[in-house]
């Protein structure tokens, strides 16, 4: 079970666009907002002074699933992978597949394939006390590796450009 979140971004306003496609300037913001303007008998759109779209922000979080590829698709480029990590111990990997579930190491795996920014690992076995003892060889995998708690929480922002 899964989803993406995904908060698109506009495109840069690019002035030089607007005046080559003769758009007034007493529409720019509202243009500039995303909104279509009708203007003394012509309708005036946001590509029409807008660069091409930007990089927005993508978390993705998936749980009660062993691996597979389609969470890899999911979770491509995602600037935060919450995903389950249900054990953390190597000996643990039969009851992992028996009851549908992933290891850290997997998940660390499904991160890097993904090419995610950040893995937050969650839904731990009541059996592991302290998920933290198994992330070595997470971060070999997966750098960017961190154990989920209670109450963590981030704050993603755009990328910025120089120019912006």
């Keep these: 079970y899964g989803y993406s979140q995904i908060i698109q971004r506009a495109g840069r306003f690019d002035s030089e666009k607007a005046k080559a496609n003769d758009v007034p300037m007493k529409v720019w913001s509202s243009l500039q907002k995303g909104k279509t303007v009708?203007?003394?008998?012509?309708?005036?759109?946001?590509?029409?002074?807008?660069?091409?779209?930007?990089k927005?922000?993508?978390?993705?979080?998936?749980?009660?699933?062993?691996?597979?590829?389609?969470?890899?698709?999911?979770?491509?480029?995602?600037?935060?992978?919450?995903?389950?990590?249900?054990?953390?111990?190597?000996?643990m990997v039969s009851k992992a597949k028996e009851n549908r579930h992933m290891m850290?190491?997997?998940a660390a795996q499904l991160a890097k394939e993904a090419e995610a920014?950040?893995?937050?690992?969650?839904h731990?076995?009541?059996?592991?006390?302290?998920?933290?003892?198994?992330?070595?060889?997470v971060?070999?995998?997966?750098?960017?590796?961190k154990p989920g708690k209670d109450r963590?929480?981030?704050?993603?922002?755009?990328?910025k450009k120089e120019n912006e």
């Design 152 to 159: 963590k929480s981030a704050y993603l922002t755009f990328e």
């Design 56 to 91: 927005g922000l993508k978390v993705t979080y998936c749980t009660d699933t062993r691996p597979v590829p389609t969470i890899v698709e999911h979770a491509k480029k995602a600037d935060l992978f919450i995903c389950e990590g249900m054990y953390g111990e190597p000996e």
């Design 124 to 137: 731990y076995s009541p059996s592991l006390i302290r998920p933290d003892d198994f992330m070595e060889p």
């Design 104 to 106: 850290f190491t997997e």
């Design 38 to 54: 009708d203007w003394e008998g012509k309708t005036y759109t946001p590509d029409m002074v807008l660069g091409p779209a930007r």
């Design 139 to 145: 971060r070999k995998i997966f750098p960017a590796a």
């Design 117 to 122: 920014s950040e893995l937050w690992l969650t």
